[in-house]
């Protein structure tokens, strides 16, 4: 089953990026709920959540670098890239049956780190 | 096998939590390789994973919110409590067997989103 979850996201973001809507919006429930914690943002529906891939500008492209599925939940790391710039998205999509109900978007950026405690803790230079 | 690395995740949580480090220690693969791709920081050691833990300041608790598993990989999400603010931490653990051999952690922060283009977004307020 989470054979059918992996072809599920995949096909989201296949879909995504060739931009073909109409097949997009068939993987979405109409009550989807999307959500980014780190804005307290939120989408209520399928329609809005197609609605905001569609008109997010730039010629923007997902490429999946970590994808971990169960049957009725995955966590996929995407690069997107727009612009020349990449960052790292983190979604957390949950399933009702075939169909996506519920994305939880995460957006680390970049940071200075504080002091460590622990000399084995190194950094690579930018 | 998703059960068994499930089962690793929720004891590498729990032995933290409670400080038990030998047994910690246990779980980890001599060669771990531990990164924090947002500040370029790595560890090439599960000995330097473990002194990372073990002398991490404060009186700081993970609780699990989101955990994906699957035979090699699993997703996992926490609430990192410390000084009575909670963090976010995401991190990507890869098994070799049934130890710990790489561990990928984010730690996404709170912003201000920029206009949307799409009115579908709403926002919770603070």
Redesign the interface.
Known sequence: M?QQTRALILQHWDLANARRWSEFGQLLHPDLFYE??????????G???L??FS???GEWKAEIT?L???EA???C?IDFTVGGETM?G?S?FELDGRLISRV?D????????PP???P???????
């Open positions: 989470s980014v914690p780190q804005t307290r943002e939120y989408i209520e529906s329609a809005g959540y609605e905001m008109t997010w500008p970590q971990v599925c169960e939940k995955a966590i790391i790292t983190i957390v939880t995460y957006w680390p950026e970049p940071y200075d780190p460590r405690v622990t084995y803790l190194k950094r690579r230079p930018a």
